[in-house]
């Protein structure tokens, strides 16, 4: 079955450190991949997104790249802020599958000032 | 905010009630689909409603079940509930007529804790 794996946390950072989320993935498709971001209290907020191979996904400074030679899609950052303490998702949909969305276990982010 | 919304947003229950959770879909959106998100974990696949019909269900037993009414907006039902069931129940509102990219909003989900 489809599955998605990503680094455990806590990963715990000073303020304009250089952030990576490592995330892999298997699926029985062609999936598309998805960051979410979870801030404290609340619900899912798509971050950033890749269809295909190669694709690059960005949005408020972030940036992950679908790679499918080695079926991973990480997220970095080149410099976090105190804002960016979260909790991070990888999650993949096949079509297939009706587009119901795959997760990883999540990541939680701290910045420190 | 997504215009994904749902009640109540906390909830205890006793171990062995029933439980009805309530999402209103966006506008616009024809599917909803249900997640749970245990402590700690990663959101899991419950099932999927598409125009008003169930289209897709992850491992859960049947004593979760569903419906989605012509407006789209849909309930989450749980019988017999059990203290595993205490977790985040989060629903994500799409389109499923735009394909398979297309975005799917969550709500700010329902905390349920059985006791």
């Known amino acids: 079955g489809d599955s998605v794996t990503q680094m455990e946390g806590p990963v715990t950072l000073s303020e304009e450190a250089f952030l990576t989320i490592n995330c892999t993935y298997t699926a029985t498709g062609y999936p598309s991949l998805f960051w979410y971001v979870q801030y404290p209290g609340e619900g899912l907020q798509l971050l950033l997104k890749?269809?295909?191979?190669?694709d690059k996904g960005s949005n408020k400074g972030f940036e992950a790249t679908y790679r499918k030679e080695t079926t991973s899609f990480h997220l970095e950052k080149g410099s976090v802020q105190v804002s960016d303490s979260a909790v991070y998702f990888c999650a993949l949909s096949v079509k297939a599958a009706g587009n119901k969305l795959t997760f990883g276990g999540g990541t939680r982010v701290l910045v420190k000032p | 905010e997504t215009g994904v919304t749902q009640s109540p947003t906390h909830l205890i229950k006793t171990r062995g009630q029933q439980v009805t959770l309530r999402c209103s879909s966006q506008s616009g959106h024809n599917t909803v689909s249900w997640y749970q998100q245990a402590l700690g974990q990663g959101p899991q696949f419950i099932f999927q409603y598409y125009r008003e019909e169930e289209n897709g269900r992850g491992n859960f037993p049947p004593r979760f079940s569903g419906l989605q009414f012509p407006n789209y907006s849909s309930e989450l039902n749980v019988n017999a509930l059990e203290l595993d069931d205490s977790a985040l129940y989060l629903c994500?509102?799409?389109?499923?007529?735009?394909?398979?990219?297309?975005?799917?909003?969550f709500g700010q989900g329902t905390r349920l804790t059985v006791v």
């Open positions: 994500a509102s799409s389109n499923r007529d735009l394909g398979q990219n297309t975005e799917a909003f």
């Open positions: 890749a269809t295909k191979a190669d």
